[in-house]
């Protein structure tokens, strides 16, 4: 061993991993692909027609993502690319699969779902890949807190000037495009904000504060931008009445605030807060309230006929341990879209039974561990708060979907990431991932080589046997 | 900040972990008790993926199948003969769930019976499909067809039963539906439903009424009178003088029991009572043996207990706990004492069993698809309510009814016929139309092949014409002349 090493790491030979990234992405792609021809034989009997296109394009596409990450972030986490490209991929089959019933698929609902979907992912990693190009460093989006938080806001308030669907005010429409969710968006923006903000803000939240019933209180000036903002989006969002992304938002400011400043004081003010806003939206509000009453009484009839989440139930019972098989369930009594968006975890749980489902909310926790992993490892303050919000944030996410779907807590309108049918919510989890892989590429690249020191090379001793 | 970061992990894994324990809890725990929920359309679904197994009448299936489209249904029931066999098969419709042998049968009809497990197996590792087995009843075509025709548009119902195995042979209930009318979920389905329903027809066609409805007895209960007189010993000789008075005053009151019409009752035996059908001897005779006696006759008979043939049929009620005076009215069908027709085709087959009661039942045996047979049913005896010489004292009684009684009408030249007629008044102070009885039995060398009851409850028909004799006997004899012929 030369005695010249005097650092510990090296610039070249740093393992990146990429090439594990590489094998885990070829399962990525052949699951679906071999999911997708079971569906298709169970359904029509044969392998459906476009099998290889999708098989190709899949890999294609994460082929593609792959190059990006190679070459732009090479660092970065193995895991995240292949488990959101596996669940994109199993969500695109899945979709396809109920595309299949005709009763869920008339024109009416919007026909076939599956290839607008397809073409939303491919959008979602375009958006993946711009992110990876032009974001060279995370630190950059620090810069633009103040106007996150306007365009947060901005997001958030665009809805109300639409008309509500299925109870809920969160999506904007726009002619010839479809309609989007801005909620899904805002998610990230809002990240970015209450990264920038608590970063410069957490040594007065956390040291000038007042003792008061056993609990630091910060001061009015430290707190008061940061209510404000919670309080409009509450308000934004109780208007809307969407109950699933106001509890998101609500936890995410909890996490991050409480990670910021590292006062427990937080969790009890944000758990007292939560609980109260719950009960006055859960006891003012009709739609809440209805959706209360489902869930603690899941199997009771509606005039005389069995309820949305009743069928959910029943789907998730009739799977059992080992599921119907893919195109064998009957998943589709839950009616209209809900099998496609809200409600695809429950093909999921009939069709590929307890162990898939485990399996689905396995590769959930690892995404999310992933994250997490990113922020403890991430150098710099910001990075550790956006990754912690960013992975906080979608394990709420999957929390407030799957609980709400499987009758853990009430049903929030909300879409599982990657897997349920929509646009925005496919696109905005893409670039979320890209922001994560970014972090994890900073906090994971090796510190640059020391300069050569002259010294070091004069006093190098060879050894010659 | 990691320690935060740590904590906030700890916390995802915790939401993690709630989820895949609620999973856990409703696709494991609760697995079974949503999947068989009958809300749970995949129940329905299941059941009418497969054609359904048959239900089978002297070798020929009465039920049948065809396929439906536009529904979660892929097989719809058929019937053959529908309103005739209704109340055997019941029915077993898409959108309104089963009844009848095609309810208690159903598992093994859509082949989910655990006793197809080996079959399923094999079709399973072979890929054919899940098959139903089939259910062979004990039924006679030709008997059930006597005895629904020869109720024809009359309000009613005939039981017939094998005495000396318990095997029913007819089971008619007028007015009857068409099983086959709304088997399938569509709208015609629907509504031939709902105008079937008890509140569109006050006629109630879908009541079994073999089996589900209770009538009072009338005179033919004091078949279970005279059993408990001989049995208990009261009576040794049936050609010996009672000490009957008639009129007849019920103990402890001033009210007088009447006999219909001028016969000679005063002192009758107990032959001649039961050929002129007098109230008088019977009543005293019940009041004299007492609650207790008589109570312990009628449940050996099967008064006060359900019966599963295997389908439920209604219990019959003789009270437990009675007055003296009561107990004399019950004694004569009256009072509370309330018969289903196969309750009074049991009594006239334990008399013509020799005393001995079968279990009575309508499945012979379950086959499975490959036709090996699953479960046969062996007759047993149900209970012993007569001594063989007290039975054959009765079948004397019966006998003498028909050949020159009231229940002449039953008479079938060459073969001998017993048999007890009943005239039941009911309603508010008597004034609904009464239900006319007839109960009887035929005997060969072999013993005895049948044993019928019949009511009819004719709301069309004069009050006067309605009697046992009148109405009754003619369909029994001619349900009774079918098996024999047989």
Same mark, same amino acid.
């Given at each position: 061993?030369?005695?010249?090493?005097?650092?510990?790491?090296?610039?070249?030979?740093?393992?990146?991993?990429?090439?594990?990234?590489?094998?885990?992405?070829?399962?990525?792609?052949?699951?679906?692909?071999?999911?997708?021809?079971?569906?298709?034989?169970?359904?029509?009997?044969?392998?459906?027609?476009?099998?290889?296109?999708?098989?190709?394009?899949?890999?294609?596409?994460?082929?593609?993502?792959?190059?990006?990450?190679?070459?732009?972030?090479?660092?970065?986490?193995?895991?995240?690319?292949?488990?959101?490209?596996?669940?994109?991929?199993?969500?695109?089959?899945?979709?396809?699969?109920?595309?299949?019933?005709?009763?869920?698929?008339?024109?009416?609902?919007?026909?076939?779902?599956?290839?607008?979907?397809?073409?939303?992912?491919?959008?979602?990693?375009?958006?993946?890949?711009?992110?990876?190009?032009?974001?060279?460093?995370?630190?950059?989006?620090?810069?633009?807190?103040?106007?996150?938080?306007?365009?947060?806001?901005?997001?958030?308030?665009?809805?109300?000037?639409?008309?509500?669907?299925?109870?809920?005010?969160?999506?904007?429409?726009?002619?010839?495009?479809?309609?989007?969710?801005?909620?899904?968006?805002?998610?990230?923006?809002?990240?970015?904000?209450?990264?920038?903000?608590?970063?410069?803000?957490?040594?007065?939240?956390?040291?000038?504060?007042?003792?008061?019933?056993?609990?630091?209180?910060?001061?009015?000036?430290?707190?008061?931008?940061?209510?404000?903002?919670?309080?409009?989006?509450?308000?934004?969002?109780?208007?809307?009445?969407?109950?699933?992304?106001?509890?998101?938002?609500?936890?995410?400011?909890?996490?991050?605030?409480?990670?910021?400043?590292?006062?427990?004081?937080?969790?009890?003010?944000?758990?007292?807060?939560?609980?109260?806003?719950?009960?006055?939206?859960?006891?003012?509000?009709?739609?809440?309230?209805?959706?209360?009453?489902?869930?603690?009484?899941?199997?009771?009839?509606?005039?005389?006929?069995?309820?949305?989440?009743?069928?959910?139930?029943?789907?998730?019972?009739?799977?059992?341990?080992?599921?119907?098989?893919?195109?064998?369930?009957?998943?589709?009594?839950?009616?209209?879209?809900?099998?496609?968006?809200?409600?695809?975890?429950?093909?999921?749980?009939?069709?590929?039974?307890?162990?898939?489902?485990?399996?689905?909310?396995?590769?959930?926790?690892?995404?999310?561990?992933?994250?997490?992993?990113?922020?403890?490892?991430?150098?710099?303050?910001?990075?550790?708060?956006?990754?912690?919000?960013?992975?906080?944030?979608?394990?709420?996410?999957?929390?407030?979907?799957?609980?709400?779907?499987?009758?853990?807590?009430?049903?929030?309108?909300?879409?599982?990431?990657?897997?349920?049918?929509?646009?925005?919510?496919?696109?905005?989890?893409?670039?979320?991932?890209?922001?994560?892989?970014?972090?994890?590429?900073?906090?994971?690249?090796?510190?640059?080589?020391?300069?050569?020191?002259?010294?070091?090379?004069?006093?190098?001793?060879?050894?010659?046997? | 900040?990691?320690?935060?970061?740590?904590?906030?992990?700890?916390?995802?894994?915790?939401?993690?972990?709630?989820?895949?324990?609620?999973?856990?809890?409703?696709?494991?725990?609760?697995?079974?008790?949503?999947?068989?929920?009958?809300?749970?359309?995949?129940?329905?679904?299941?059941?009418?993926?497969?054609?359904?197994?048959?239900?089978?009448?002297?070798?020929?299936?009465?039920?049948?199948?065809?396929?439906?489209?536009?529904?979660?249904?892929?097989?719809?029931?058929?019937?053959?003969?529908?309103?005739?066999?209704?109340?055997?098969?019941?029915?077993?419709?898409?959108?309104?769930?089963?009844?009848?042998?095609?309810?208690?049968?159903?598992?093994?009809?859509?082949?989910?019976?655990?006793?197809?497990?080996?079959?399923?197996?094999?079709?399973?590792?072979?890929?054919?499909?899940?098959?139903?087995?089939?259910?062979?009843?004990?039924?006679?075509?030709?008997?059930?067809?006597?005895?629904?025709?020869?109720?024809?548009?009359?309000?009613?119902?005939?039981?017939?039963?094998?005495?000396?195995?318990?095997?029913?042979?007819?089971?008619?209930?007028?007015?009857?539906?068409?099983?086959?009318?709304?088997?399938?979920?569509?709208?015609?389905?629907?509504?031939?439903?709902?105008?079937?329903?008890?509140?569109?027809?006050?006629?109630?066609?879908?009541?079994?009424?073999?089996?589900?409805?209770?009538?009072?007895?009338? @005179?033919?209960?004091?078949?279970? +009178? $005279? !059993?408990?007189? /001989? #049995?208990?010993?009261? *009576?040794?000789?049936?050609?010996?003088?009672?000490?009957?008075?008639?009129?007849?005053?019920?103990?402890?009151?001033?009210?007088?029991?009447?006999?219909?019409?001028?016969?000679?009752?005063?002192?009758?035996?107990?032959?001649?009572?039961?050929?002129?059908?007098?109230?008088?001897?019977?009543?005293?005779?019940?009041?004299?043996?007492?609650?207790?006696?008589?109570?312990?006759?009628?449940?050996?008979?099967?008064?006060?207990?359900?019966?599963?043939?295997?389908?439920?049929?209604?219990?019959?009620?003789?009270?437990?706990?009675?007055?003296?005076?009561?107990?004399?009215?019950? @004694?004569?069908?009256?009072?509370? +004492? $309330? !018969?289903?027709? /196969? #309750?009074?085709?049991? *009594?006239?087959?334990?008399?013509?069993?020799?005393?001995?009661?079968?279990?009575?039942?309508?499945?012979?045996?379950?086959?499975?698809?490959?036709?090996?047979?699953?479960?046969?049913?062996?007759?047993?005896?149900?209970?012993?309510?007569?001594?063989?010489?007290?039975?054959?004292?009765?079948?004397?009684?019966?006998?003498?009814?028909?050949?020159?009684?009231?229940?002449?009408?039953?008479?079938?030249?060459?073969?001998?016929?017993?048999?007890?007629?009943?005239?039941?008044?009911?309603?508010?102070?008597?004034?609904?139309?009464?239900?006319?009885?007839?109960?009887?039995?035929?005997?060969?060398?072999?013993?005895?092949?049948? !044993?019928?009851?019949?009511?009819?409850?004719?709301?069309?028909?004069?009050?006067?014409?309605?009697?046992?004799?009148?109405?009754?006997?003619?369909?029994?004899?001619?349900?009774?002349?079918?098996?024999?012929?047989?």
């Amino acid at each position: 061993m030369s005695a010249s090493n005097t650092t510990t790491i090296t610039s070249i030979g740093a393992p990146n991993r990429r090439n594990t990234e590489l094998a885990l992405l070829l399962f990525a792609v052949a699951i679906p692909t071999y999911a997708f021809a079971d569906a298709g034989l169970a359904k029509h009997g044969s392998v459906p027609a476009g099998l290889a296109e999708y098989g190709l394009g899949l890999g294609f596409l994460a082929g593609i993502a792959h190059l990006l990450v190679r070459k732009f972030a090479p660092y970065s986490d193995p895991l995240m690319l292949p488990i959101a490209t596996l669940l994109n991929g199993l969500g695109l089959v899945l979709i396809w699969r109920l595309d299949q019933e005709p009763s869920i698929t008339t024109p009416q609902l919007g026909g076939a779902m599956a290839p607008k979907q397809l073409i939303w992912s491919a959008l979602g990693l375009a958006l993946f890949a711009g992110v990876l190009v032009f974001l060279k460093d995370h630190r950059i989006l620090q810069r633009y807190t103040y106007i996150s938080m306007f365009l947060a806001l901005l997001l958030l308030v665009s809805p109300i000037f639409f008309p509500a669907r299925y109870g809920a005010r969160i999506w904007i429409t726009l002619p010839g495009i479809g309609s989007l969710q801005p909620g899904e968006f805002a998610k990230i923006i809002i990240t970015v904000f209450f990264s920038g903000y608590l970063m410069v803000k957490r040594d007065a939240l956390a040291l000038a504060s007042r003792r008061f019933m056993g609990l630091y209180l910060p001061r009015g000036r430290d707190l008061g931008p940061i209510l404000v903002i919670w309080a409009m989006s509450m308000l934004i969002l109780v208007f809307e009445t969407d109950l699933g992304t106001s509890l998101l938002f609500f936890g995410l400011f909890v996490i991050m605030l409480y990670v910021a400043t590292e006062r427990t004081s937080w969790i009890v003010f944000g758990l007292v807060l939560s609980g109260a806003g719950a009960f006055v939206v859960g006891s003012t509000e009709p739609h809440v309230k209805v959706r209360v009453q489902d869930w603690l009484h899941p199997l009771a009839l509606q005039n005389g006929g069995v309820t949305e989440t009743a069928q959910s139930m029943y789907a998730f019972g009739s799977g059992g341990l080992f599921g119907s098989g893919l195109g064998q369930g009957y998943s589709r009594l839950i009616g209209g879209i809900a099998p496609k968006s809200d409600y695809i975890l429950a093909t999921v749980g009939e069709e590929l039974g307890l162990a898939g489902l485990m399996a689905i909310l396995l590769l959930y926790a690892l995404l999310i561990e992933r994250g997490i992993r990113t922020a403890l490892a991430a150098r710099d303050p910001f990075g550790k708060l956006l990754a912690i919000g960013l992975s906080g944030g979608f394990a709420l996410q999957v929390f407030v979907v799957a609980g709400g779907v499987t009758g853990l807590i009430p049903l929030t309108g909300m879409t599982m990431p990657f897997l349920a049918q929509g646009g925005s919510s496919v696109i905005a989890n893409w670039a979320l991932v890209a922001i994560l892989l970014r972090i994890s590429d900073t906090a994971r690249r090796p510190a640059p080589a020391p300069a050569p020191s002259p010294d070091a090379e004069a006093t190098q001793v060879v050894r010659t046997q | 900040m990691n320690k935060p970061l740590r904590r906030v992990a700890v916390f995802c894994g915790l939401l993690v972990l709630a989820l895949l324990l609620r999973v856990n809890y409703v696709q494991y725990v609760k697995a079974d008790q949503l999947s068989n929920d009958p809300h749970n359309r995949r129940v329905a679904i299941n059941q009418y993926k497969q054609p359904r197994g048959d239900i089978i009448v002297d070798g020929k299936a009465i039920t049948g199948h065809t396929t439906t489209t536009g529904s979660d249904f892929k097989y719809k029931r058929t019937y053959t003969d529908g309103p005739m066999w209704a109340p055997v098969t019941g029915y077993a419709s898409q959108a309104y769930s089963t009844t009848m042998l095609e309810g208690v049968e159903d598992k093994f009809l859509t082949g989910d019976d655990d006793r197809l497990f080996f079959n399923r197996t094999i079709d399973l590792l072979t890929g054919k499909e899940k098959q139903g087995g089939n259910v062979v009843t004990t039924l006679n075509a030709k008997a059930q067809a006597a005895a629904y025709h020869g109720l024809g548009k009359k309000k009613g119902a005939v039981v017939a039963l094998d005495p000396r195995t318990g095997a029913i042979l007819a089971m008619a209930s007028t007015p009857s539906y068409d099983p086959g009318s709304f088997a399938g979920n569509s709208a015609t389905d629907e509504k031939n439903w709902l105008a079937l329903d008890k509140k569109n027809d006050p006629d109630d066609p879908t009541l079994n009424r073999a089996l589900r409805q209770t009538y009072p007895p009338g @005179s033919t209960f004091k078949l279970v +009178t $005279a !059993a408990a007189a /001989l #049995q208990s010993g009261k *009576v040794t000789d049936i050609k010996q003088a009672t000490n009957s008075p008639d009129p007849y005053t019920l103990p402890n009151t001033a009210t007088k029991l009447v006999n219909e019409g001028s016969i000679p009752c005063r002192n009758a035996s107990l032959e001649n009572a039961l050929k002129y059908s007098c109230n008088t001897v019977f009543g005293k005779l019940g009041a004299d043996l007492g609650l207790d006696t008589m109570v312990k006759e009628a449940e050996q008979f099967g008064f006060n207990k359900q019966q599963f043939v295997p389908v439920r049929a209604d219990a019959s009620n003789f009270d437990t706990k009675m007055s003296p005076d009561q107990v004399a009215l019950s @004694s004569i069908g009256q009072f509370d +004492t $309330a !018969a289903t027709p /196969l #309750q009074m085709a049991m *009594v006239a087959s334990a008399i013509a069993n020799n005393g001995t009661l079968m279990q009575p039942y309508e499945v012979d045996k379950l086959v499975a698809p490959n036709l090996s047979t699953i479960s046969q049913t062996s007759p047993k005896v149900m209970s012993k309510p007569l001594s063989p010489d007290n039975a054959q004292k009765l079948q004397q009684m019966m006998e003498t009814v028909v050949n020159s009684g009231t229940g002449t009408n039953a008479r079938i030249p060459g073969v001998t016929v017993g048999g007890k007629t009943g005239t039941a008044q009911h309603g508010i102070g008597n004034k609904g139309l009464p239900y006319a009885w007839f109960v009887s039995y035929a005997k060969t060398d072999q013993g005895s092949p049948v !044993a019928v009851a019949v009511v009819v409850e004719d709301a069309s028909a004069n009050r006067d014409d309605i009697s046992g004799g009148g109405f009754a006997a003619p369909i029994a004899k001619s349900v009774m002349e079918a098996v024999l012929n047989k």
